[in-house]
């Protein structure tokens, strides 16, 4: 596998964000100050003295007090004569405030887990997958079903996806030459997030998302928002059962494939390449199993460590592509909050 560059590119800029997140802690209390309009009043008015502060705080004097020291503590701001100021770092980071607010909410969600279920996913797996906040959110079976509930669900967790997926995105397109391409098929492909983004970078692509029922519903809407519903298009239905449309020159699995068993993973993959047109190309974007020290593990991680499972290296997506029949893979990888790999290989 060879090393793409890894310098921090405009593209990765949005990694800033993850020196915000690392700690519990001081992430609760940025998730507070964001939900309390204190982030906001402080991009509004730098600096902020106290009695402005004091003004808009719904609390008492102590709640604001330790707000406030957790935030300095954080590098989020900085106190200047008793009022605040946003840091230079972390006013460029909250450019990325979608990202910031989706990761926050993520690593929330699944805290019960760290603190009570820890000890059941590290020692019984099967355990955890029954009783877990991580498995209860991404409930995919609940978007095969459509109904207001089923709907609900389905866009708790659909909303983080797209949220990483519009960062995570751009890496992959700096990465791999699309322009060449037409007719893409995004495998669990979810909102469209991902084949917009080509969509909108590449004027003569375009995108089919292979996804299920629910989430190709939150999808269609979401593109339609982004003024693409021209060129992304949705295809609701199971992609290790129902039947798959062909002649595409590209198929895509963007965090997918880790979501299942190596023998399902393998049956996409070969499912994969019978959609392609001869020629065509496979893209894996995914990531690596998450790398464990030398620094303690950031709070922002929190989701990926309850998977470290799943994650495989790129060596068993080669091997496997080999097998069936695929010309020899590249991989190649790509340093961003965990590693990922980018896989290509043609049929
Ligand atoms: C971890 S998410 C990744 C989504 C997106 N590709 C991304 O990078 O954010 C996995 C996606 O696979 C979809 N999925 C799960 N089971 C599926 C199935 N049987 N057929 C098609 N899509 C499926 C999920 O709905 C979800 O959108």
Redesign the pocket.
Known sequence: MTTGGNERAPEREYLCVEAFLATPAEARALRAAIELGVIDLLARSAPCDLATLQAAWRGDYRGLELLLSLLAVNGVIERRDGGAVLTEAFARALRFRDLIEAKLHFADALAGDLADRFTLLLADPDGFQRDSRLFELFR?DL?CQRSPENLAATRRW?AL??A??RY?GPVCLSRYDFSRHRRVL?????SG??AATICRRHARVEGVV???PV?CDIGRDHVEGLGLSGRVSFLP????ADPWPGGFDLVIF???LH?WPDSHARALLARARQALAPGGTLLIFERSPIAIGPGAVPYSLLPMLLLFRSFRGPGWYVDTCADLGFAPATAVRVELETPFFLLTASR
């Open positions: 995919y978007a659909v996806t797209t990483l997926t995570e995004d495998v669990g492909g979810n997030e991902f292979f996804d299920l989430v239905g199971d992609a290790l963007k965090s997918m979501d």
